[in-house]
């Protein structure tokens, strides 16, 4: 039977693509560094844990960084960039009404403001971000912690998520996970293409 259902944040029920990256042109902006665009697609996987420190490695700079991400960003004009995902909302009441629900997400801080911006919060009985534990996504500590505080076991939970960066983190937890969106070669054990196909498909994973 299925009792858990642990969803990813970023791409999976909000748009933030366009948010992260107007973040990070305009942190490189404030500390007169070129903007690192080999390094662009870390901004949407690694962990925000940690991100200053891998993309920024003169400590100065670094510093200047954290001033700009703590005082100066506007986190509210960043939330205004920010899109709930289609059927996201509805994805998540449906899911409430009958199973436990948590977040497991690498970005950081942020995520509070952003569940309570879109009135997700009251869903989600435990948040895991990136601060959270010790270690980030995909370590197993984060679906092993979340399996805990919700009492269930691997087998009764699966992860809802959007690339092969949830598909490690299911794996290493040892629980099944949903992909959903365009990529189908990442590895999940099921593929939806949108967020109102997974009613029908958790209903159907508790019948077989």
Same mark, same amino acid.
């Given at each position: 039977? %299925?009792?858990?259902?642990?969803?990813?944040?970023?791409?999976?029920?909000?748009?933030?693509?366009?948010?992260?990256?107007?973040?990070? *042109?305009?942190?490189?902006?404030?500390?007169?560094?070129?903007?690192?665009?080999?390094?662009?697609?870390?901004?949407?996987?690694?962990?925000?844990?940690?991100?200053?420190?891998?993309?920024?490695?003169?400590?100065?700079?670094?510093?200047?960084? *954290?001033?700009?991400?703590?005082?100066?960003?506007?986190?509210?004009?960043?939330?205004?960039?920010?899109?709930?995902?289609?059927?996201?909302?509805?994805?998540?009441?449906?899911?409430?009404?009958?199973?436990?629900?948590?977040?497991?997400?690498?970005?950081?801080?942020?995520?509070?403001?952003?569940?309570?911006?879109?009135?997700?919060?009251?869903?989600?009985?435990?948040?895991?971000?990136?601060?959270?534990?010790?270690?980030?996504?995909?370590?197993?500590?984060?679906?092993?912690?979340?399996?805990?505080?919700?009492?269930?076991?691997?087998?009764?939970?699966? %992860?809802?998520?959007?690339?092969?960066?949830?598909?490690?983190?299911?794996?290493?937890?040892?629980?099944?996970?949903?992909?959903?969106?365009?990529?189908?070669?990442?590895?999940?054990?099921?593929?939806?293409?949108?967020?109102?196909?997974?009613?029908? %498909?958790?209903?159907?994973?508790?019948?077989?």
């Amino acid at each position: 039977m %299925l009792k858990a259902v642990i969803f990813d944040l970023d791409e999976t029920l909000i748009s933030s693509a366009d948010a992260i990256l107007i973040f990070f *042109r305009r942190l490189f902006e404030y500390i007169d560094e070129p903007f690192p665009v080999d390094k662009q697609e870390y901004f949407y996987t690694g962990s925000e844990k940690g991100i200053l420190e891998k993309l920024i490695p003169d400590p100065a700079k670094r510093e200047l960084a *954290r001033k700009f991400k703590e005082e100066v960003y506007d986190m509210g004009g960043h939330l205004n960039h920010l899109e709930l995902k289609p059927y996201a909302a509805e994805a998540v009441a449906w899911c409430a009404g009958r199973y436990r629900l948590a977040i497991a997400t690498n970005r950081g801080d942020s995520t509070p403001a952003v569940l309570e911006h879109f009135g997700l919060a009251q869903y989600f009985e435990y948040v895991v971000h990136a601060r959270t534990l010790a270690w980030p996504k995909p370590y197993p500590i984060v679906v092993e912690t979340i399996l805990d505080r919700l009492a269930v076991e691997a087998r009764e939970c699966v %992860l809802v998520g959007d690339s092969e960066f949830d598909v490690m983190t299911a794996r290493n937890g040892g629980i099944r996970c949903v992909i959903v969106g365009p990529d189908r070669h990442c590895g999940g054990d099921w593929h939806i293409n949108s967020l109102a196909e997974l009613p029908q %498909l958790l209903e159907s994973i508790e019948s077989d």
